[in-house]
Every structure is written in structure tokens, then in C-alpha cells.
């Protein structure tokens, strides 16, 4: 089911580029939009594990620096059918966890010295589970088409601010001022809304298929709890 939703709000949200496109760049402003969009989000698609690793200031940990911490994940990357990713280890208070890489096979997954000490072995485990569930899942492919889109959509709203909007060729005039305002304030908002959407859909999934890897939905309930 949460495919399901995930398929109908990035196909809404695709549907939503293509009328905006229409209506302020038409077809040449819609796909310069796109493919500006499609290389900033390929470049981060492919470099995103690098930079977030490198901005929070992660250390990589192996099985002599955190036994108990690597075994863990070690576990429930086997469980989850998956290879091992890199641990890593960010000096933070604050607890938290994520995962990154652009497929299985080059995976991350990370979190701060605050989880791993306010919460319980199993709690820990809970939530390194929900983590490999994005792995397994392809969440960070799925997110990043929808950033494209999204970005793509603002690019589009920006070149109405900045050109006068409106396909002419097609609609006769334009959108006019009224319209062109409104496209360009409504159109990111409502991408923003589908994108936020799709990003709570892949975390319920995530949660589900991270109980299930984990064996025990209790560990990972009491995390967040």
C-alpha cells in the first residue's frame, strides 16, 4: 500500500510539473527546467553520501573501534538480506540516526554518540533496523526523482517571476499578472506539500519493513517514544 501512495503522489506530482511547464515555460522552458534540475539532483545522487558524512563530521567505526555497535548492524543487514554497509559514528548529544548511499552496495548508515547512549541495546536496534529498511527500500533513489520534479517545478515558477509567465504560443497571451503571481507562489508550495507527503509515506514504510528486520515492532516504538 505504501508503494501504492508513494506511486500516486509522485505521478501527481509529475502531472503537476507538466501543467506548469505548459503554462509558464512551455514545452522548451519545461524540459531546460527539467534537465538543470535532473543534473543538480544526479550530482547529489551520486556524491550525497560523501558530503552528508563529511558535514556532520562522521567517523567510519569497524569492529575493533565499536564491537557491539558494528554487530549490531552486521546482524540486521543480514537479516535484512542486504550487504554490509559502512557504520559511522557522529559526535552529537543530540540522538539521531540516518542512512545514505545511493544503492545497497555503497550504503551508509550513521548515528550520533547521543543514540547510542540515551537509548537501549534494543531500542538501538530498532532504529539502525528502520535506517537499513531505506537502504532496502531505494528510498534515496525514490527521493531524489522527487526532488527533481520539485526542483524542477520551482525552476519553472522562478522563470514566470522573472519572464512574465505564460506559454504564448499556446494560451493566447499568457496567464496574465494575476495568474502569473499565483502559479509562481502556488506551484513550489504545492510541490513542497507532495514532496513532504512522499517523505512520510517512505518513513511509515520504512518503519513497518524495520520492525520486521529487527523481528521485535516494540524496540522501535519505544525509540521514538
Given at each position: 500500500?505504501n508503494?501504492?501512495?508513494?506511486?500516486?503522489?509522485?505521478?501527481?506530482?509529475?502531472?503537476?510539473?507538466?501543467?506548469?511547464?505548459?503554462?509558464?515555460?512551455?514545452?522548451?522552458?519545461?524540459?531546460?527546467?527539467?534537465?538543470?534540475?535532473?543534473?543538480?539532483?544526479?550530482?547529489?545522487?551520486?556524491?550525497?553520501?560523501?558530503?552528508?558524512?563529511?558535514?556532520?563530521?562522521?567517523?567510519?567505526?569497524?569492529?575493533?573501534?565499536?564491537?557491539?555497535?558494528?554487530?549490531?548492524?552486521?546482524?540486521?543487514?543480514?537479516?535484512?538480506?542486504?550487504?554490509?554497509?559502512?557504520?559511522?559514528?557522529?559526535?552529537?548529544?543530540?540522538?539521531?540516526?540516518?542512512?545514505?548511499?545511493?544503492?545497497p552496495?555503497?550504503?551508509?548508515?550513521?548515528?550520533?554518540?547521543?543514540?547510542?547512549?540515551?537509548?537501549?541495546?534494543?531500542?538501538?536496534?530498532?532504529?539502525?533496523?528502520?535506517e537499513?529498511?531505506?537502504?532496502?527500500?531505494?528510498?534515496?533513489?525514490?527521493?531524489?526523482?522527487?526532488?527533481?520534479?520539485?526542483?524542477?517545478?520551482?525552476?519553472?515558477?522562478?522563470?514566470?517571476?522573472?519572464?512574465?509567465?505564460?506559454?504564448?504560443?499556446?494560451?493566447?497571451?499568457?496567464?496574465?499578472?494575476?495568474?502569473?503571481?499565483?502559479?509562481?507562489?502556488?506551484?513550489?508550495?504545492?510541490?513542497?506539500?507532495?514532496?513532504?507527503?512522499?517523505?512520510?509515506?517512505?518513513?511509515?514504510?520504512?518503519?513497518?519493513?524495520?520492525?520486521?528486520?529487527?523481528?521485535r515492532?516494540?524496540?522501535?516504538?519505544?525509540?521514538?517514544?
Open positions: 500500500m508503494y501504492l501512495k508513494t506511486a500516486i503522489l509522485l505521478a501527481g506530482l509529475t502531472a503537476l510539473f507538466m501543467g506548469v511547464g505548459y503554462l509558464i515555460g512551455g514545452q522548451t522552458g519545461a524540459t531546460i527546467a527539467f534537465l538543470v534540475a535532473a543534473g543538480m539532483n544526479l550530482f547529489s545522487y551520486w556524491n550525497a553520501d560523501r558530503m552528508v558524512l563529511s558535514m556532520t563530521g562522521a567517523h567510519e567505526v569497524d569492529a575493533r573501534t565499536a564491537p557491539e555497535y558494528y554487530a549490531m548492524v552486521q546482524e540486521l543487514a543480514g537479516r535484512a538480506g542486504l550487504p554490509m554497509p559502512r557504520v559511522y559514528i557522529i559526535d552529537d548529544p543530540q540522538p539521531n540516526a540516518f542512512a545514505t548511499g545511493r544503492n552496495q555503497n550504503a551508509a548508515v550513521a548515528a550520533t554518540t547521543g543514540l547510542l547512549n540515551m537509548l537501549s541495546r534494543e531500542e538501538v536496534a530498532g532504529v539502525m533496523a528502520h537499513l529498511a531505506h537502504v532496502k527500500n531505494h528510498d534515496t533513489l525514490i527521493m531524489t526523482i522527487t526532488a527533481t520534479i520539485a526542483g524542477a517545478i520551482s525552476m519553472l515558477a522562478q522563470f514566470g517571476m522573472f519572464f512574465g509567465g505564460g506559454n504564448r504560443e499556446n494560451n493566447g497571451g499568457g496567464l496574465g499578472i494575476v495568474g502569473t503571481l499565483a502559479m509562481v507562489i502556488l506551484a513550489p508550495i504545492a510541490a513542497m506539500l507532495v514532496q513532504m507527503a512522499i517523505s512520510r509515506t517512505r518513513e511509515y514504510a520504512a518503519d513497518r519493513m524495520g520492525a520486521q528486520i529487527c523481528g515492532p516494540a524496540w522501535l516504538a519505544s525509540a521514538l517514544a
